[in-house]
């Protein structure tokens, strides 16, 4: 079974930095296209970053040139480097595994989440 493990997230001032990290196991982590959502207090739950199994990127457009998000198939980990912090990025981050290897393939798994509050 596939198990998606997120940690990183916590507290930072406005314009700070985090890195999200999410450990996969359960399956061939290079074969599949990951990502990461977010769900703030009142929203509907959004899709941040995701990487295909052959390292194509996207981005929702409030993050662009700000976060980066990677994968290291050696580690079977994935990664969101998130820089100049918003207050509005307050949310918590979901590590997702696709069923496929593209990114517009059906969700197939989730993390428990991973709280990250920009805050002064």
């Known amino acids: 079974q596939v198990q998606l493990v997120e940690s990183g997230g916590g507290l930072v001032q406005p314009g700070g930095s985090l890195r999200l990290s999410c450990g996969a196991s359960?399956?061939?982590?290079?074969?599949?296209?990951m990502g990461w959502y977010r769900q703030a207090p009142g929203k509907q739950r959004e899709l941040v970053a995701g990487?295909?199994?052959?390292?194509?990127?996207n981005y929702v457009d409030s993050v662009k040139g700000r976060f980066t998000i990677s994968r290291d198939n050696v580690k079977n980990t994935l990664h969101l480097q998130m820089n100049s912090l918003k207050p509005e990025d307050t949310a918590v981050y979901y590590c997702?595994?696709?069923?496929?290897?593209?990114?517009?393939?059906?969700?197939?798994?989730w993390g428990q989440g991973t709280q990250v509050t920009v805050s002064s």
């Open positions: 997702v595994q696709y069923e496929g290897g593209y990114i517009y393939s059906p969700v197939g798994y």
């Open positions: 359960g399956s061939i982590f290079r074969l599949y296209a």
């Open positions: 990487i295909s199994s052959v390292g194509n990127t």
